[in-house]
Each structure stands twice: as structure tokens, then as C-alpha cells.
């Protein structure tokens, strides 16, 4: 029972470094998304996609990219990390009208 | 646009009694979904209960439950019986049910803390 898997868990960049998050999921689910979380804040969309080849832009978007080239896999890009990236991102995914299924997140830090 | 509030940062109450959270959103749609989600010191993200706007019964799940006013635009997770278990930060959220959109709408979150 996997569900919804992120790796990695933990990661330090330097500013201007690159870095991809994966999320992989076994549940078959058409939907993915991308959220990061912030002290005090709830959780905001960078982007999701809606089926295998397909992304869109959610409500924080810049600074970063995604690819959805299989199904089950929800790639994140951070070309050139900012000390503002620093979060903690979250992957999830569902059905149509479902709930989302979360994975353990991952804490980065941009120094 | 939808918006969710979650006006209690944090709540407090002692183990075994019973704590409500509060939670109103805003929306011109008849038709969506709303839930509630927990995410404990650990910060995997635990779904606790699900409610469909068109249902007029409380959804319920052992201790958790909610009063769901539709017409209010109200959305308050109800804890009985609290346990330790239970300290966490809890989310409530919106989905549409409109095939064009996918997003949830999040609250701030509040911090519940069970004094033993």
C-alpha cells in the first residue's frame, strides 16, 4: 500500500541550484498536484495535471516547472532555487471529485 | 473566486471532553465538496471526513463528525471523546464539483492541542 510516494524527504540547495521532486503514485489516479506549505499558511497549488502529458498552472507557479511524461509519475523542477522556495512541498493525487491522497512531503531548504 | 476561513489559529481541550473547529467558505456554487483533513506532527496529510454539499445528513466517521450548513456556508469539525492522538493542525477544504475545476481550496489551519 504505497499510495502516494515523494522522494526525496529532505534536501539543502544552494541558490541557483537545481533540483526535481518526484512523486510517484499507485492508485491510478488521473489527477496530480504540486502544493507547497508555509508557517502559518494552508496549502497553495503550483501546479496539477489532469492526465498523463497534461500540466497547468496553479496559484504560485513561478519558479518552477513540471512534467507528467507517465501516469503514475508527477515530476517538479526548481530550475534556479531562491531562498523563497524554501517550504515544505507536498504531492498529491485523486480521482475526478475524490479526495487527495498526500505524500510525506519534502522539506527543502534554499540557503 | 472560493475561499475558505479557518478563524481559529489554535484550540485547546482536555482529553476525553469534546471540541468543535470552525469553518466557512464562500462560494456561488450549488454543488461541491468539502473536507476535513489532519496533519499531525509527522506532516503526512490524513484525510478525516468528507461531506458532499448535496447531502443533507452530517457525515460521520467514530469521534468525528460535522455540522454542515449549507445555507450558512458552515463547515465545523466536531471531536469527541479526545485523545492525545488527536493534536495535529486541521485543514478544512473545498473542491468543486464542476468538471473544469480540479483545485482544493485551502484554510490557514488550526492548531488543536490536547492537554492531558
Known amino acids: 500500500n504505497a499510495g502516494v510516494t515523494q522522494t526525496p524527504k529532505f534536501r539543502v540547495l544552494k541558490t541557483g541550484q537545481s533540483m526535481t521532486l518526484l512523486c510517484a503514485q499507485d492508485?491510478?489516479?488521473?489527477?496530480m498536484y504540486w502544493y507547497r506549505q508555509d508557517p502559518g499558511m494552508g496549502l497553495r497549488l503550483i501546479h496539477y495535471?489532469?492526465?498523463?502529458?497534461?500540466?497547468a498552472k496553479g496559484e504560485v507557479p513561478d519558479g518552477y516547472n513540471v512534467s507528467r511524461l507517465k501516469k503514475q509519475n508527477f515530476l517538479l523542477g526548481l530550475e534556479s532555487a531562491a531562498p523563497s522556495q524554501t517550504s515544505v512541498y507536498f504531492c498529491?493525487?485523486?480521482?475526478?471529485?475524490?479526495?487527495?491522497?498526500f505524500g510525506q512531503g519534502t522539506r527543502l531548504t534554499v540557503v | 473566486a472560493q475561499t475558505v476561513t479557518q478563524s481559529q489559529p489554535e484550540m485547546s481541550v482536555q482529553e476525553a471532553e469534546t471540541v468543535t473547529l470552525s469553518c466557512t467558505y464562500d462560494?456561488?456554487?450549488?454543488?461541491?465538496?468539502l473536507f476535513w483533513y489532519k496533519q499531525p506532527p509527522s506532516r503526512q496529510m490524513i484525510l478525516v471526513i468528507r461531506q458532499e454539499a448535496y447531502k443533507q445528513q452530517n457525515a460521520t466517521e467514530n469521534r468525528f463528525s460535522v455540522n454542515f450548513q449549507k445555507a450558512a456556508k458552515s463547515f465545523s469539525l466536531k471531536i469527541s471523546d479526545s485523545q492525545l492522538g488527536d493534536a495535529a493542525m486541521y485543514f478544512c477544504?473545498?473542491?468543486?464539483?464542476?468538471?473544469?475545476?480540479?483545485?482544493?481550496?485551502w484554510g490557514a489551519g488550526t492548531k488543536l492541542i490536547i492537554k492531558p
Open positions: 462560494t456561488s456554487e450549488s454543488d461541491y465538496y
Open positions: 492508485m491510478n489516479h488521473e489527477y
Open positions: 495535471s489532469v492526465g498523463e502529458g497534461t500540466t
Open positions: 498529491a493525487s485523486s480521482h475526478e471529485f475524490t479526495e487527495a491522497f
Open positions: 477544504a473545498y473542491r468543486s464539483a464542476l468538471g473544469s475545476n480540479y483545485q482544493l481550496i
